[in-house]
Nanobody, 120 residues
């Protein structure tokens, strides 16, 4: 099993910044795709940003130019630097990791989520 733990959420004023972290632990051989998703109140969970094992990135149009996804493969950790935050960025942010366990099995794991609240 792989456990993903997010941290770094909180309350920030519009225009401010936050940096989220997602640390993966367990019998991991390799993490291929890592991604951040978010679920705003009353809405479905949406993809925010994704990063591959060779650090190719993609972003939702709504966060392009404001958010930066990165990862540290040696630490099995992913980050999301969020700048110029807007009230509409308010959501629970979830990390997702997909890869292969040490026993050869594949995994697709989710974190428990971290709340980000942006006040106007």
């Amino acid at each position: 099993q792989v456990e993903l733990v997010e941290s770094g959420g909180g309350l920030v004023q519009a225009g401010g910044s936050l940096k989220l972290s997602c640390a993966a632990s367990g019998s991991i051989f390799m993490i291929n795709r890592m991604a951040w998703y978010r679920r705003a109140p009353g809405k479905q969970r949406d993809l925010v940003a994704v990063i591959s094992s060779d650090t190719d990135t993609n972003y939702a149009d709504s966060v392009k130019g404001r958010f930066t996804i990165s990862r540290d493969n040696a630490k099995n950790t992913m980050y999301l630097q969020m700048n110029s935050l807007k009230p509409e960025d308010t959501a629970v942010y979830y990390c997702n990791g997909q890869g292969r366990l040490a026993d050869g099995n594949l995994f697709n794991s989710w974190g428990q989520g971290t709340q980000v609240t942006v006040s106007s």
